[in-house]
């Protein structure tokens, strides 16, 4: 199956991007709690998901699902904010960006 439709790798693989992303960051007062934000909602998206497909139930998978949506949703809020403290990476912000939107239009 391609990664584009394996959405355990793929919300995996967005946040492993991100944190390599942010390892390369030089630290800030201002950006230090954003880059905090954005890996943990980041990577909470691929362990919503995965605890979505252990689920006991369909309403645990949807009640799963929709914290996955959720945070999807929180992760394009801490990249928008990070590409106002880091214009220079305005670019690569954008694209991780799509691909968390991709994500939220899937939830």
Sequence with gaps: MSDNFD???RTAKIGENIIKFCQKINVSLINESLIKQ???SS?????????????????DFKNKISICKK???????????????????????RELWKEI???????
């Design 7 to 9: 959405l355990e790798e």
């Design 101 to 107: 939107h991709q994500l939220v239009l899937i939830y």
């Design 38 to 40: 954005l890996i943990r």
């Design 43 to 59: 990577t909470s998206i691929g362990a919503n998901y995965m605890e979505a497909n252990g689920g006991n139930s369909k309403r």
């Design 71 to 93: 945070e999807a949703k929180e992760t394009e809020h801490w990249l928008r904010m990070l590409s106002i403290c880091l214009p220079e990476k305005r670019g690569i912000l």
